[in-house]
C-alpha cells in the first residue's frame, strides 16, 4: 500500500518505494527496515527495536505535513497523519484504545480518510477489560506456582514485556528468554522499567533450581517444551499463552489468557465515533467482512485488499491520492 500527496510517494508498512512508513517494530509492517536504501519514517523506539537508528529519513515534501501520533499496541508504535490542501489521511496501523501497562492507549484524531487495520474484524470480538486479564494471569500463576514451574508464552516483542509488567504488577519477578530480554533492554532505554531475571544469567541458572516463573516466546511454549522442562528439572510444569486469538483456535497448553494487543470490534467503533472519517479503508486480517460490518453501521466503508500474485503486483501501484483511493 502506497499513500500519494502532492510530490511524496510513501510505502505504508511496506517496501515498495523509496520513501517508507513503518508503524511498528513487528517482523510483518517492517519489510522497509531489512531492504537496503529505503528511507525511513518511524518513531525512534521502532528504529531502535529493529536496529535502524541512523538510517536516513523521509524527507518532508512541498504541501504535505506528516505528523505520527500513539497507536497503543506497543512501544513505539504509531499512526500516521498526512496533511495536504486536499485534506487529513490516517493510517491506523495495529492499535489498541486501552491502556496497557507498558504503552498507552492510541489517540484518535478527526481525519477525511482513514485506512484501518482489521485484524479481529467480526463483530462478536468483544475482549475482557484488560486490567481483569491482568489480574486472572497473576492469580493463575501464583496459583499453579505453588507446586509447578509455569511457563508464560508471548510474542518476544510487545507482548512478552506486558506480561513482565503484569507479573511485576503481582509481585513477580520471571525468568525471561534471551530473546525478550535483548527486548527488554531497550524497552528500558525509553524508560519503561520491567524487573526480570535474564534465563542464562547465573542468578537465572541458580533459580532454575527450583519452581520458577518464565516468560518465553510465544511459539516455543507447548506442552513438548513442558515434558522437556520437567523431565530436566524433575518438577511439574504448567504452561499458558497470551493471545487475543484465545478461544478461537487451539493450542497445546494448560491455559490461554485473551490478553490482546489490537482493538476490538467495539474499540473499532468507539475509534470511528472520535475520527469521524467521511471514507474508511479497511486492511489486513478479513478487511472484506470488516467493511460489510462497518457498512451495516452506517459508515461508509471498503476492503482495501488485494489478493493473488497478480494482485499482488497491483497493489504495490495502488496508492492513496489526496485522500481517495486511485480506481485500477
Not at 61 to 83: C, F, N, P, W, Y
Not at 206 to 228: C, T
Not at 282 to 308: H, I, M, N, Q, T
Amino acid at each position: 500500500m502506497n499513500l500519494r500527496l502532492n510530490g511524496l510517494l510513501l510505502a505504508l508498512d511496506s517496501a515498495k518505494c523509496a520513501d517508507c512508513y513503518i508503524s511498528h517494530a513487528h517482523s510483518d509492517h517492517a519489510d522497509a527496515a531489512r531492504s537496503k536504501g529505503k528511507r525511513l519514517l518511524a518513531s525512534p523506539e521502532t528504529l531502535a527495536l529493529l536496529g535502524k537508528e541512523g538510517r536516513e529519513a523521509v524527507q518532508p515534501a512541498d504541501g504535505v505535513k506528516l505528523r505520527l501520533i500513539g497507536a497503543g499496541h506497543m512501544l513505539g508504535s504509531t499512526q500516521l497523519v498526512a496533511e495536504s490542501d486536499e485534506g487529513k489521511f490516517v493510517y491506523t496501523g495495529d492499535f489498541k484504545l486501552e491502556d496497557g501497562l507498558t504503552v498507552k492507549g492510541a489517540e484518535a484524531e478527526q481525519c477525511d480518510c482513514l485506512l484501518m487495520e482489521s485484524t479481529y474484524a467480526s463483530p462478536s470480538t468483544n475482549f475482557p477489560a484488560r486490567g481483569k486479564v491482568r489480574e486472572e494471569i497473576v492469580r493463575w500463576v501464583r496459583k499453579e506456582g505453588e507446586l509447578n514451574t509455569v511457563l508464560l508464552g508471548g510474542y518476544s516483542t510487545g507482548k512478552a514485556q506486558e506480561l513482565i509488567a503484569t507479573l511485576n504488577e503481582g509481585g513477580i519477578v520471571p525468568l525471561v528468554h534471551p530473546r525478550i530480554e535483548k527486548v527488554c533492554g531497550i524497552y528500558e532505554r525509553f524508560g519503561v522499567k520491567l524487573k526480570r531475571i535474564a534465563l542464562d544469567s547465573p542468578e537465572g541458572e541458580e533459580l532454575k533450581k527450583r519452581n520458577f516463573v518464565g516468560v518465553m516466546p510465544f511459539h516455543i511454549v507447548n506442552r513438548e517444551l513442558a515434558y522437556d522442562v520437567s523431565r530436566l528439572c524433575g518438577r511439574g510444569v504448567a504452561t499458558a499463552l497470551a493471545t487475543g486469538w484465545a478461544g478461537t483456535f487451539y493450542y497445546p497448553v494448560d491455559k490461554v489468557f485473551p490478553l490482546s494487543d489490537h482493538a476490538d470490534f467495539g474499540e473499532m467503533l468507539d475509534y470511528l465515533e472520535r475520527a469521524q472519517p467521511r471514507k474508511i479503508w479497511c486492511c489486513y486480517g478479513d478487511s472484506e467482512y470488516l467493511a460489510k460490518a462497518l457498512c451495516a453501521k452506517g459508515f461508509d466503508a471498503s476492503p482495501f485488499a488485494v489478493r493473488g500474485e497478480e494482485g499482488a503486483k497491483d497493489a504495490a501501484q495502488r496508492t492513496l491520492v489526496a485522500c481517495e483511493p486511485m480506481q485500477r
